[in-house]
C-alpha cells in the first residue's frame, strides 16, 4: 500500500458463512489464466483518505461475504480514515461499517453498501503444504489486478504469530490481498513485503482469520471515523498535522503546513489572567525534532514556543509565517533534558516576565512582551513525530517534576544497592512525591548507564591506540623482519579484542610442519611451492570467496583459517608467509589494480600466482588478462610493482574501511585511519581523510593537527586554500 507500513508483521483472512459462487473452488486446479479470471470479480480496490481528502495509499481487499463484506488489513484502511471501495467494473461503493478489526493481528472487514457480491471461498491454511503453488491479486504500486504466480516456502513465527512464507514479488499495494491456492481458495493475505529480496513475502494464515467473522465486532463508519480523533470542545488543531489521541495522550506525526513543518494543537480552555502556568510531558522519537509548548497563539502564525530542538532546549517568539519573523529568545544545552525520554515542560507567565522549566529545573528566564493573551498549547516542528501527555493549563497547575530533596535522594540510591530494600523512613518520604522519586532512580540508572558506556568506549579506544602501536612498532625494524602473518592478526585485532593470536600462530606452525612433510629431499624451490598449493587449496579447500566478497570477514585473517575463505589479499598474504616459513624465498606480493596476486622470483623466471583462484598458475598472457579484467587497464607484467609489507598492511586496511564506511560511523571509521597515518605520517591523503573524520566526529582540536600538518607539508595536487579555509572554521 502506498505511503503505508507493510512492515505490519500480520495480516488477515476471511471465512464466510455465506454461499460461495459455484466455480469456485474448482474440483481440479485451474491454470493461471482461468483463475486470475475467475477471481477477477472477487477483487476489490482500497484507496485512503488523509487530511484534505487527498489520497494517502493504495491497498486491496476481497470479497468474503455475498451481503457485502470485504476483507483486507487494517493498516490499508488505517484507523479514523475515510476509505472508498472500487470493484473491478469500476463502481464504487459506500463503506457503512467496520464489521470486524483486530490491531494485532492488524485485520479488518468492511461492510459496503451493496449484495450480490461474489465471494471467495476460505480454505484450511493448515493443510497448505509447503512447496504448494499460490497466487495472489493486487494492486502493486497502483497498478490494479495484477495476477502473480509463486510457492509457499516457509513458515515462520514473526512477533508470536506463524505467518505463511511466499516466494511472490510481492509490491505496496498488495496488502489486504488473498493469497490463494490452485483450486480458488483463500489460504492467507498478503501483508508483508520482505526488506532482503525483491520475491518473498509474508501473509497469515487464513485460518486466524475465522475466529474474528464467528464473533465481529462492528463499528458504524461514522464513528470509526472518530477514533483517535481529539475533541473539537478541547483542541484546536492549526496549520494541519496528524494530531490523534492515543494512550491517554495526544499523539502528532506528519509536517504541518506552515514553515518549518509547524504545527499547533491549541487548548479551547480560557488562558486565566497573569500569574498563569502551562505544563506537559513531552517525548520525541527523534532528538533531531521539535516540539513542546506554546502560547500567546493567535491562532494563527503569532504564539511563543519553548521546546526541545535538536538536543536542545529552545525559547522562540513567533511574529509571521516564516524564519525572518522569528525570534530566539535562548537556546542551550542543558542536563536536565533527558533525551528519548518522557520530560516534563513548564512555563510560568507572570505578566512582565515567564519562567520555563524543564524536568523542574528552571532553564530561561525572559521579560520578553512581543505577545499576550491568546490560547495556550503544544506545538510542533518538522516531521518530528511526538507524544504529549499531562497537558495542564490553569492558575498554578500541579507540579510532581519538583526534585526531591537531596537527603531523601542519597537515601534511595544507597538503600536500592541494599539486599534489604528500603527502609520505611524512606518509603514514607518517597510515597509524598511518587513520580519524582521514581524519576529519581531512573536519571540515577540512566546516569550509571552512560558512565558504563563511556567506560566501554573508552575500553575500545584504548584497545584501539595500543592495537596500532603494536602495528607501528613492527615496521621499526627493516621490512625483511616483519612478521607479516602477525601484522595481519593485529588488524582482524583491531575489530574484534578477543583474538587469541597465539592459537592462530600456532596453526599456522601446524599447517607449515604438514606441508614440511611431503617435501622430498630433492624437491626444488617450484615443487615446494607447488606441494604447498596443492595443500593449501586443494587438500584443506581454502578459496576465494565470491559469492560474499565485501564481508569484512574476508579481511580478518582468523577468520580466513577458520572458514578457509577470504580476499585475494588475505589468501595472498598466507601463501607468502607459508612459503618464508617453510623456507621457500622470494615468494612476494603484487599489488595488482583491483586484484591481489603472489609471484615467485626464481632462477628459471617469474611465475605469477593467482590465490583468489585456488592457487592457480598464471601465464604472463593470463596475468596481464586478469589485471585487464579488475582494472579495466593493459598494464604489462613488468609494471606491476611488488608490494612492500608496508604496503600491504595499509592495503588491507583500506579495504576493511572501503566496507566499513558503508554502515559505520565517522568516529568509527577512525579506527583504521589511525593505523594508516601512524604507519605512513606523511602521506597527505591519510592525514587529509583523518582530518575530514575528526571533524565529522566534532574532535576540532584534532582535526586542526592534521590540517595545520598539511598547510605546512603543503602537499602536491593538495587545494590548499580550501584546507585553511576548513582551519580557520574551525578557530
Known amino acids: 500500500m502506498h505511503n503505508f507500513r507493510v512492515s505490519?508483521?500480520?495480516?488477515?483472512?476471511?471465512?464466510?458463512?455465506?454461499?460461495?459462487?459455484?466455480?469456485?473452488?474448482?474440483?481440479?486446479?485451474?491454470?493461471?489464466?482461468?483463475?486470475?479470471?475467475?477471481?477477477?470479480d472477487s477483487i476489490v480496490v482500497l484507496i485512503q483518505f488523509g487530511r484534505d481528502d487527498?489520497?494517502?495509499?493504495?491497498?486491496?481487499?476481497?470479497?468474503?461475504?455475498?451481503?457485502?463484506?470485504?476483507?483486507?488489513?487494517?493498516?490499508?484502511?488505517?484507523?479514523?480514515?475515510?476509505?472508498?471501495?472500487?470493484l473491478a467494473n469500476g463502481d464504487e461503493l459506500e463503506v457503512t461499517e467496520v464489521h470486524a478489526w483486530d490491531r494485532t493481528l492488524d485485520l479488518a472487514v468492511l461492510r459496503v453498501n451493496k449484495t450480490g457480491l461474489t465471494p471467495l471461498p476460505i480454505g484450511d491454511s493448515a493443510k497448505l503444504s509447503q512447496g504448494a503453488s499460490v497466487v495472489a491479486m493486487g494492486t502493486p504500486h497502483g497498478l490494479d489486478f495484477s495476477f502473480v504466480q509463486g510457492v509457499l516456502s516457509a513458515r515462520r513465527t514473526l512477533e508470536n504469530v506463524e505467518l505463511l512464507q511466499v516466494a511472490l514479488p510481492i509490491e505496496p499495494g498488495n496488502s489486504g490481498g488473498p493469497m490463494l491456492d490452485l483450486h480458488g481458495r483463500v489460504q492467507g493475505v498478503i501483508t508483508l513485503k520482505s526488506l532482503v529480496t525483491d520475491n518473498l513475502g509474508f501473509a497469515v494464515p487464513s485460518n486466524l482469520l475465522k475466529p474474528l467473522l464467528e464473533k465481529p465486532n462492528p463499528v458504524p463508519i461514522k464513528r470509526w471515523m472518530t477514533i483517535g480523533q481529539l475533541s473539537q470542545k478541547a483542541w484546536t488543531t492549526v496549520f494541519g498535522g496528524h494530531w490523534r489521541r492515543k494512550g491517554g495522550g495526544i499523539h502528532v506525526s506528519h509536517a504541518g503546513e506552515s514553515f518549518g513543518g509547524r504545527t499547533l494543537c491549541l487548548s479551547t480552555k480560557d488562558v486565566p489572567e497573569t500569574p498563569f502556568e502551562l505544563a506537559v510531558e513531552v517525548k520525541i522519537n527523534d532528538e533531531s525534532g521539535a516540539a513542546g509548548l506554546a502560547w500567546a497563539a493567535d491562532g494563527g502564525?503569532?504564539?511563543?514556543?519553548?521546546?526541545?530542538?535538536?538536543?536542545?532546549?529552545?525559547?522562540?517568539?513567533?511574529?509571521g509565517a516564516n524564519v525572518f519573523s522569528w525570534t530566539i529568545l535562548d537556546q542551550r544545552l542543558t542536563r536536565h533534558y533527558?533525551?528519548?525520554?518522557?520530560?516534563?515542560?513548564?512555563?510560568?507567565?507572570?505578566?512582565?516576565?515567564?519562567?520555563?522549566?524543564?524536568?523542574?529545573?528552571?532553564?530561561?528566564?525572559?521579560?520578553?512582551?512581543?505577545?499576550?493573551?491568546?490560547?495556550?498549547?503544544?506545538?510542533?516542528?518538522?516531521?518530528?513525530?511526538?507524544?504529549?501527555?499531562?497537558?495542564?493549563?490553569?492558575?498554578k497547575?500541579?507540579?510532581?517534576?519538583?526534585?526531591?530533596?537531596?537527603?531523601?535522594?542519597?537515601?534511595?540510591?544507597?538503600?536500592?544497592?541494599?539486599?534489604?530494600?528500603?527502609?520505611?523512613?524512606t518509603i514514607t518520604g518517597a510515597g509524598k512525591n511518587p513520580a519524582s522519586a521514581l524519576r529519581h532512580l531512573d536519571a540515577e540508572a540512566k546516569r550509571l548507564e552512560q558512565k558504563a558506556a563511556k567506560l566501554r568506549q573508552s575500553s575500545e579506544q584504548?584497545?584501539?591506540?595500543?592495537?596500532r602501536d603494536q602495528l607501528a612498532a613492527l615496521f621499526e625494524a627493516d621490512e625483511e623482519s616483519v612478521d607479516l602473518f602477525y601484522a595481519s592478526m593485529l588488524i582482524a585485532k583491531i575489530d574484534d579484542p578477543a583474538i587469541d593470536v597465539a592459537h592462530y600462530e600456532q596453526q599456522l606452525k601446524m599447517m607449515v610442519d604438514e606441508i614440511r612433510e611431503q617435501f622430498g629431499d630433492g624437491d626444488d624451490e617450484k615443487v615446494r611451492l607447488n606441494k604447498l598449493l596443492g595443500f593449501l587449496f586443494r587438500e584443506n579447500g581454502f578459496h576465494g570467496s565470491r559469492q560474499d566478497y565485501y564481508n569484512q570477514a574476508n579481511s580478518y585473517m582468523n577468520r580466513v583459517l577458520d572458514d578457509r575463505e577470504g580476499l585475494p589479499i588475505t589468501l595472498s598474504v598466507l601463501v607468502m608467509e607459508l612459503a618464508r616459513r617453510c623456507g621457500i624465498p622470494d615468494v612476494v606480493g603484487v599489488g595488482a589494480p583491483g586484484h591481489f596476486i603472489v609471484k615467485h622470483v626464481r632462477k628459471g623466471g617469474e611465475q605469477y600466482i593467482d590465490p583468489f583462484d585456488g592457487g592457480k598458475l598464471l601465464t604472463i598472457e593470463q596475468t596481464e588478462a586478469l589485471v585487464r579484467e579488475n582494472s579495466g587497464r593493459s598494464i604489462p607484467v613488468s609494471e606491476l610493482p611488488v608490494s612492500s609489507k608496508r604496503e600491504i598492511v595499509l592495503r588491507m586496511l583500506r579495504n576493511l574501511m572501503g566496507v566499513a564506511q558503508q554502515k559505520d560511523a565517522p568516529a568509527d571509521?577512525?579506527?583504521?585511519?589511525?593505523?594508516?597515518?601512524?604507519?605512513?605520517?606523511?602521506?597527505?591523503?591519510?592525514?587529509?581523510?583523518?582530518?575530514?573524520?575528526l571533524i565529522q566526529s566534532r574532535r576540532f582540536d584534532a582535526a586542526k593537527e592534521d590540517l595545520e600538518w598539511?598547510?605546512?607539508?603543503?602537499?602536491?595536487?593538495?587545494?590548499?586554500?580550501?584546507v585553511l579555509e576548513i582551519y580557520q572554521s574551525l578557530q
Request: charged share 20%.
Open 8 to 40: 505490519m508483521a500480520l495480516g488477515l483472512f476471511v471465512f464466510t458463512t455465506s454461499a460461495i459462487g459455484q466455480a469456485l473452488p474448482s474440483a481440479e486446479p485451474l491454470d493461471a489464466k482461468r483463475l486470475a479470471k475467475q477471481i477477477r
Open 54 to 86: 487527498n489520497e494517502e495509499g493504495v491497498g486491496t481487499g476481497f470479497v468474503v461475504s455475498a451481503d457485502g463484506l470485504i476483507a483486507t488489513s487494517l493498516h490499508v484502511i488505517g484507523e479514523g480514515r475515510p476509505v472508498q471501495v472500487r
Open 301 to 319: 502564525d503569532r504564539h511563543y514556543g519553548f521546546y526541545p530542538s535538536a538536543g536542545q532546549m529552545r525559547l522562540t517568539r513567533f511574529d
Open 338 to 395: 533527558l533525551p528519548g525520554d518522557w520530560n516534563r515542560l513548564k512555563v510560568r507567565n507572570e505578566g512582565n516576565r515567564f519562567y520555563c522549566y524543564v524536568n523542574g529545573h528552571l532553564i530561561f528566564e525572559s521579560s520578553d512582551r512581543g505577545l499576550s493573551g491568546g490560547r495556550a498549547g503544544l506545538a510542533k516542528f518538522r516531521n518530528t513525530v511526538a507524544s504529549f501527555r499531562n497537558f495542564q493549563l490553569g492558575t
Open 397 to 425: 497547575v500541579q507540579d510532581d517534576s519538583t526534585p526531591i530533596a537531596p537527603s531523601l535522594g542519597q537515601a534511595l540510591i544507597s538503600e536500592s544497592n541494599l539486599g534489604s530494600g528500603f527502609t520505611e523512613e
Open 462 to 467: 584504548l584497545h584501539r591506540r595500543l592495537v
Open 669 to 693: 571509521l577512525l579506527r583504521y585511519v589511525e593505523p594508516m597515518v601512524a604507519l605512513q605520517p606523511d602521506s597527505a591523503f591519510d592525514r587529509w581523510a583523518r582530518a575530514v573524520l
Open 710 to 722: 598539511l598547510l605546512q607539508a603543503k602537499p602536491e595536487g593538495m587545494d590548499l586554500e580550501r
